[in-house]
């Protein structure tokens, strides 16, 4: 596996190296359902890493469904991303400063 980042010129000289790691991408349709999945990139398709189909009678209702999905994702995410970058005291990480 290989990280889907490119190198593209900036200004003056610059280059810049960047790309996706991990979206979200979510489908709805007319019948009430969707399928949300949590996509890791890497150079060809995205590889799902969680996915879940959602039904409900709305729109709403799935939209509902949906984000609640995906901000437990998120937190998820966060809380690995913390335990591997931050130490107890790293007082001046990002994830520390937001769990305040």
């Not at 889907?4 to 019948?31: F, L, S």
């Not at 998820?76 to 994830?95: G, N």
Request: contains cysteine; glycine residues 4%; negative net charge.
């Amino acid at each position: 596996m290989k990280p889907c980042a490119e190198w593209t010129d900036d200004c003056q000289g610059k280059k810049d190296y960047d790309g996706p790691i991990i979206t979200i991408a979510t489908r709805y349709w007319p019948d009430h359902t969707a399928n949300a999945a949590l996509l890791l990139h890497h150079q060809g398709d995205p590889i799902p890493l969680i996915e879940v189909n959602i039904s409900d009678d709305s729109l709403i209702a799935v939209q509902a469904k949906v984000e609640v999905w995906v901000h437990e994702q998120y937190a998820t995410l966060i809380d690995i991303l913390r335990k591997h970058y931050t130490s107890p005291d790293d007082r001046q990480s990002l994830f520390n400063k937001e769990a305040q």
